[in-house]
Each structure stands twice: as structure tokens, then as C-alpha cells.
């Protein structure tokens, strides 16, 4: 009879607690549809940037009132942006709050294992907690990186934003002193 080797040993412990009814009911529950994360949205996402550098150049090509319709027009569809970007943001901030509890579930039944207990630190008592909920991790780690491409999107378009405004309210300077110089001038005629 073969010896079991220590991986071999930690797998079928694993196995072993994927059975406990708290760890099942977390794995049975994140395999819902409502915890599924469409990771195409990272795409959708990822598009956005071409329009983003496309309208960069555009706005800071923003001198005078003739640009200032399409600065207005460049303003709403980042706000569109904006918009969408905070749409995925809620959803799948929830999504993520609702799969951390269950790793959370997990892992505090795992960690309370004597043998896991007497692990040397953290990293491998996580380790273990991987090892029995990859499906959990999985998930998590999905909705994450939506989050990550959401936020990202959001940080680019506020600055693309306020480069935008920026300039619109140099132009709108520039046309009030124009015109107070205007008034001044005729006042003096």
C-alpha cells in the first residue's frame, strides 16, 4: 500500500469538508445564476477607451464658442460613459458582497479545522480554503476584475471629464470678458 503524500492528504481533506452542510450549502448557493458575473462586460468596458482617446483630442481642441457645441455633445456621451460604468458597478458590488460571505462562510469553518489550525501561517491556511471552494474563488475573482475595468473606466472618464470642463470654462471666460470689453468700449463711445 502506497503512502499518501502531504498534497494527496490535503486534497482529500478538501473533499472532505466540500461535505460539511455549511461549506456545501456556500458552493451550492454560489453556482446560483444570480452570482454568475458576465466577464464580456470587461470587454464592453475595454471599448469605451477609443472613444475616450478619440474625444481627449478632441476636446482639447476646444478654443473658442464655435467648439463649444461639441465640447456639450463630448460631455453627455462621457456622462453616458459614466453612467453605464456606475450601472455594472452596483450590480456587481453586490454580486461581490453576497460571494464574500460565502468565502467567508468557508473559510471560518475551515480555519476552525484543528489540522488547519496547526498550519504555519495564513497564506497556507488560505491555501486550504482555495482548495475546497475553487468555485466560490472563481466567482469572486470574476466579479472583481468587472470591478476593477469599472472603476478604471470611471477614473479615466472623470479625468477626460474635467480636462473637458476645464476648457469649456476657459472659453466661457474668455467669451464674458470679451463681451464686458465690448460694453466698456461702446459705454465709452
Not at 453616458?80 to 456606475?86: E, F, G, L, M, T
Not at 472618464?157 to 474635467?162: A, C, F, I, L, P
Amino acid at each position: 500500500m502506497t503512502e499518501l503524500s502531504e498534497v494527496d492528504i490535503w486534497h482529500a481533506r478538501a473533499i472532505a469538508y466540500r461535505e460539511e452542510p455549511a461549506i456545501e450549502a456556500a458552493i451550492v448557493t454560489v453556482l446560483k445564476k444570480g452570482f454568475k458575473t458576465d466577464t464580456s462586460l470587461i470587454a464592453e468596458l475595454h471599448g469605451c477607451f477609443p472613444f475616450l482617446r478619440q474625444q481627449d483630442e478632441d476636446a482639447r481642441t476646444i478654443r473658442g464658442p464655435a467648439d463649444l457645441t461639441r465640447g456639450l455633445a463630448v460631455a453627455a456621451e462621457l456622462q453616458a460613459i459614466k453612467d453605464r460604468s456606475a450601472e455594472v458597478t452596483l450590480s456587481h458590488d453586490s454580486i461581490r458582497g453576497r460571494i464574500e460571505r460565502l468565502h467567508d462562510v468557508v473559510r471560518t469553518h475551515v480555519f476552525l479545522k484543528k489540522e488547519v489550525m496547526a498550519l504555519k501561517n495564513d497564506a497556507q491556511r488560505n491555501a486550504v480554503v482555495s482548495l475546497t471552494c475553487p468555485e466560490i474563488e472563481d466567482r469572486l475573482s470574476a466579479v472583481k476584475r468587472v470591478l476593477s475595468a469599472a472603476d478604471t473606466v470611471t477614473r479615466n472618464v472623470n479625468q477626460s471629464y474635467n480636462i473637458l470642463k476645464l476648457q469649456i470654462d476657459i472659453v466661457k471666460e474668455m467669451m464674458y470678458e470679451g463681451g464686458l470689453s465690448k460694453t466698456i468700449k461702446e459705454n465709452r463711445a
